[in-house]
T-cell receptor
Framework: GAGVSQSPSNKVTEKGKDVELRCDPISGHTALYWYRQSLGQGLEFLIYFQGNSAPDKSGLPSDRFSAERTGGSVSTLTIQRTQQEDSAVYLC????????????????FGNGTRLTVT | QKEVEQNSGPLSVPEGAIASLNCTYSDRGSQSFFWYRQYSGKSPELIMFIYSNGDKEDGRFTAQLNKASQYVSLLIRDSQPSDSATYLCAVNFYGSNYQLIWGAGTKLIIKP
């Protein structure tokens, strides 16, 4: 079956523009994560969706960042008024239950969106 | 501040030798430990997990956990050039069943 799909794979934008990143998780996976990966840094947690529960937005770095998950499936991460420090790879992951501490529910990652803000 | 530390490398190992990757963590309450492999330009994929103190073997891979010293390691026996990648250590966040804390990764290079 299909894995986690992210689009676009690359995005170059000018400082101050808004961007929208898309994630299509594995069908049936209830949990969806967004992470940011900068060069030489660990994965930075951004936001977590689980079913119909309120998302955990505690990792969003500023109010310029927002995310939605429609119908419990596709998710979009929106960055408004982009800044150069937003340049990074944005990774989406899904899992069958969201129990990240359980080996029964490992994270399946997409190939990421490489965002470059000029 | 909950942290996971890894040596960024690169760690260069001759083909056929044992590669040893280490990870330390600060949250004493952590219970689950994962190793993900990430090829350049690709997404991370899970290769090993461990919950209990001691060793866990899976093919050429062995994960070792020492909770008293708060470290977890990954050994790769008979290293192959295809093992060249960045290895990410991830540790669950005590009190959360869905958050993982990630190390920055160790870049491993296997030289033919």
């Amino acid at each position: 079956g299909a894995g986690v799909s992210q689009s676009p794979s690359n995005k170059v934008t000018e400082k101050g523009k808004d961007v929208e990143l898309r994630c299509d998780p594995i069908s049936g996976h209830t949990a969806l994560y967004w992470y940011r990966q900068s060069l030489g840094q660990g994965l930075e947690f951004l936001i977590y969706f689980q079913g119909n529960s309120a998302p955990d937005k505690s990792g969003l770095p500023s109010d310029r960042f927002s995310a939605e998950r429609t119908g419990g499936s596709v998710s979009t991460l929106t960055i408004q008024r982009t800044q150069q420090e937003d340049s990074a790879v944005y990774l989406c992951a899904s899992s069958s239950s969201g129990q990240a501490s359980s080996y029964n529910s490992p994270l399946h990652f997409g190939n990421g969106t490489r965002l470059t803000v000029t | 501040q909950k942290e996971v530390e890894q040596n960024s490398g690169p760690l260069s190992v001759p083909e056929g030798a044992i590669a040893s990757l280490n990870c330390t963590y600060s949250d004493r309450g952590s219970q689950s430990f994962f190793w993900y492999r990430q090829y350049s330009g690709k997404s991370p994929e899970l290769i090993m997990f461990i919950y209990s103190n001691g060793d866990k073997e899976d093919g050429r891979f062995t994960a070792q956990l020492n909770k008293a010293s708060q470290y977890v390691s990954l050994l790769i026996r008979d290293s192959q050039p295809s093992d060249s990648a960045t290895y990410l250590c991830a540790v669950n966040f005590y009190g959360s069943n869905y958050q993982l804390i990630w190390g920055a990764g160790t870049k491993l290079i296997i030289k033919p």
